[in-house]
C-alpha cells in the first residue's frame, strides 16, 4: 500500500479508535483486561499499515499504529506491567514497540 493511502486510512482510523474508547470506555476497558480479540482484527490493519522498512516515513503512522497496538491482542504483554499472562505478541506489534523505544532513546531532547 502506498504511503499517501496509509496516511489517509490512518488519520479517520485514528480518530474512530478514539470515539470507540470515548463513547464506550467499559467496552474498551474489558477488551483490554480480558485480551479479548476484537472484530475487524486490529492486528490486521495492524500489518496494513506497519512496514519495518519504512520505519523513517512511518513516523506519520505512529499515532494510529499505537492506538492499534494498544488494542491488539496480546500486546499487553510488552508493556512492563503485564499481568503475566502467557499470550503470544504479534511480531510486527512487536517490531514496532522496539522502533518506538529505539526512537526515543534516540531522541535529542
Not at 71 to 89: F, N
Not at 93 to 102: A, G, L, N
Request: with cysteine; aromatic share 8%.
Amino acid at each position: 500500500m502506498k504511503q499517501e493511502v496509509k496516511i489517509a486510512v490512518a488519520v479517520p482510523l485514528r480518530t474512530a479508535i478514539w470515539n470507540w474508547v470515548g463513547m464506550f470506555p467499559d467496552e474498551y476497558n474489558e477488551a483490554i483486561r480480558t485480551h479479548r480479540r476484537l472484530e475487524g482484527t486490529p492486528e490486521r490493519v495492524f500489518d496494513l499499515l506497519w512496514d519495518p522498512s519504512e520505519v523513517a516515513s512511518a513516523r506519520a503512522l505512529w499515532p494510529t499504529l499505537a492506538a492499534l497496538a494498544v488494542i491488539c491482542r496480546g500486546a499487553a504483554r510488552a508493556r512492563p506491567e503485564a499481568s503475566g499472562k502467557d499470550l503470544p505478541i504479534h511480531a510486527n506489534v512487536s517490531d514496532y514497540i522496539h522502533e518506538v523505544q529505539v526512537s526515543l532513546r534516540c531522541s535529542p531532547r
